[in-house]
């Protein structure tokens, strides 16, 4: 049954798609940042370690809200690797095992990316889309990743 939420189908579909890119990069980042959490050494070791788990954990928090909302909007999720890959704007670099300051470089550029493009989905969503609820959930979505942007910044000043 299609929600009957003031929405035309057509912006929901719309927002439904912006949802199905976040959540791609959502992915990507999680994946990536596991990586970096796998793979970290040097004299920060620990440190780094939990850091990372922590932003891992909070990222996967993150992509059940974004799939949960694509459901609020009356859609599917998508949900395997190759969609992911297809949707998402955030790039892998298979096989590359970076020092720990330039994963902490990666992983910003990537939050700095996500953020980039919330502000135009979120934009998107209000002045297109006439979707607020979206709109919103996406501008608690854009804080959480300008923490952890902030966060990572920090490392490397």
């Known amino acids: 049954m299609k929600p009957n939420i003031g929405i035309s189908e057509k912006n929901l579909k719309n927002n439904a798609t912006i ?23 040097g004299s920060s070791f620990m440190e780094l370690h939990k850091l990372f788990e922590a932003q891992y954990s909070q990222l996967e928090a993150s992509i ?6 694509i459901g ?7 949900g395997t ?11 892998e670099h298979p096989g590359k095992y970076l020092s720990s300051k330039d994963t902490l470089k990666e992983l910003l550029d990537d939050h700095e990316t996500i953020i980039t493009q919330l502000r135009k989905d979120i ?9 607020a609820g979206t709109a919103d959930f996406l501008t608690g979505l854009m ?8 966060i990572l910044r920090r490392y490397l000043n």
């Open 123 to 131: 934009d998107e969503c209000v002045e297109k889309n006439k979707d």
């Open 81 to 91: 690797l190759s969609e992911f890959s297809k949707f998402s704007t955030i790039k």
């Open 19 to 41: 949802l199905s890119t976040i959540l791609s990069n959502e992915m990507v980042l999680y994946v990536k940042t596991r990586k970096a959490h796998w793979n970290i050494s």
């Open 64 to 69: 059940d809200e974004v799939a949960e909302r």
């Open 143 to 150: 804080e959480q990743h300008e923490t952890t942007a902030w």
């Open 72 to 78: 609020k909007l009356g859609h599917k999720t998508i």
